[in-house]
């Protein structure tokens, strides 16, 4: 099992960027593909970018695509999310997620297919 920690999530002016660390404790992240998602007031939780578990693959939802970069530091046994360019329509609670029945290519982009959560770091972009 492994616990995760979202961190890095403030107030940013529109334009800003940011980068939001996912640390993880109790086991390694070789064994998980890692997403990113994020919730809205109101809104449905959604998926922003995940990486295989090899880290070879990434991919990104649309609305992020070209501002946003996944990365993962297995020796430090966290993830990272590079948040450029952004926009008021950024704000929300992000999380990071945990998948361990993925091949090692794979990315899985479906929330129903993580195993463990964050408890969300909250990113405000003002206009």
């Known amino acids: 099992q492994v616990q995760l920690v979202e961190s890095g999530g403030q107030l940013v002016q529109t334009g800003g960027s940011l980068r939001l660390s996912c640390a993880a404790s109790g086991r390694t992240l070789s064994p998980y593909a890692m997403g990113w998602f994020r919730q809205a007031p109101g809104k449905e939780r959604e998926f922003v970018a995940a990486?295989?578990?090899?880290?070879?693959?990434?991919y990104y939802a649309n609305s992020v695509k070209g501002r946003f970069t996944i990365s993962r530091d297995n020796a430090k046994r966290t993830v990272y999310l590079q948040m450029n360019s952004l926009k008021p329509e950024d704000t929300a609670v992000y999380f990071c997620?945990?998948?361990?029945?993925?091949?090692?290519?794979?990315?899985?982009?479906?929330?129903?297919?993580?195993?463990?959560w964050g408890q969300g770091t909250q990113v405000t972009v003002s206009a």
């Open positions: 990486m295989s578990r090899s880290g070879t693959n990434s």
């Open positions: 997620a945990a998948e361990s029945r993925s091949s090692a290519l794979d990315v899985p982009t479906r929330s129903t297919g993580y195993d463990y």
